[in-house]
């Protein structure tokens, strides 16, 4: 089955760390850019960042709000990706999504395939 | 940074054709696709590359872009189609852009 799962939420500090994990099953990870959402409760969706594959060097593409705490990463021999979130914020509380990405020339990104999501609480 | 604007809500009655509209400077330029968000689930894609459905979306779904607005056209409304839609774009800046999302209600 074609799937994603998103793993690693839960409650944390501000200040504190949290890795997440989405495996991928089902399909050929290592072809696609690997995205991560966020949507905050009662908010819109929002886009967090992604990877791209190993055939576009690996490269990866934040937001704004993220750029500098948050990293993303990706293991192809586990179909597995990575969100490393750094000194979070309350604000960061929001479920997180992991997607599959598919563009047209490398730009014009969608994407075709969502996990049910993980929900990361921040709150002392 | 580019912005999509969305009317945050639009009402329709069951059997009647419900039009959300996604605008953005020069946005017919670039690709828009279009998001179904169900209360409680995950978002899925209901129209890429401005007009085409993915595999297992309804006919009664089709997608237009041009000038500076998209629009997710729904024809039929059926009280399934009860939901948030987001519009996504690409930009040079920030790669995956969203609008505010619309919440359609069939009533």
């Known amino acids: 089955e074609v799937q994603l799962v998103e793993s690693g939420g839960g409650l944390v500090k501000p200040g504190r760390s949290l890795r997440l994990s989405c495996t991928a099953s089902?399909?050929?990870?290592?072809?696609?850019?690997m995205s991560w959402f966020r949507q905050a409760p009662g908010k819109g969706l929002e886009w967090v960042g992604f990877?791209?594959?190993?055939?576009?060097?690996?490269?990866?593409e934040y937001a704004a709000s993220v750029k500098g705490r948050f990293t993303i990463s990706r293991d192809d021999s586990k179909s597995i990706a990575y969100l490393q979130m750094n000194s979070l914020k309350t604000e960061d509380t929001a479920v997180y999504y992991c997607s599959r990405g598919l563009s047209v020339a490398g730009i014009d990104w969608y994407f075709d395939l969502w996990g049910r999501g993980t929900l990361v609480t921040v709150s002392s | 940074s580019y912005e999509l604007t969305q009317p945050p809500s639009v009402s329709v009655s069951p059997g009647q054709t419900a039009s959300i509209t996604c605008s953005g400077d020069?946005?017919?330029?670039?690709?828009a696709c279009w998001y179904q968000q169900k209360a409680g689930q995950s978002p899925v894609l209901v129209m890429y590359q401005d007009s085409k459905r993915p595999s297992g979306i309804p006919e009664r779904f089709s997608g237009s872009n041009s000038g500076n607005t998209a629009t997710l056209t729904i024809s039929g409304t059926q009280a399934m189609d009860e939901a948030d839609y987001y519009c996504q774009a690409w930009d040079i800046i920030t790669p995956v852009v969203f609008g505010g999302g619309t919440k359609l209600t069939v009533l």
């Open positions: 089902g399909f050929t990870f290592g072809d696609h850019v």
């Open positions: 020069k946005l017919g330029d670039k690709y």
């Open positions: 990877i791209r594959g190993k055939a576009y060097g690996g490269t990866t």
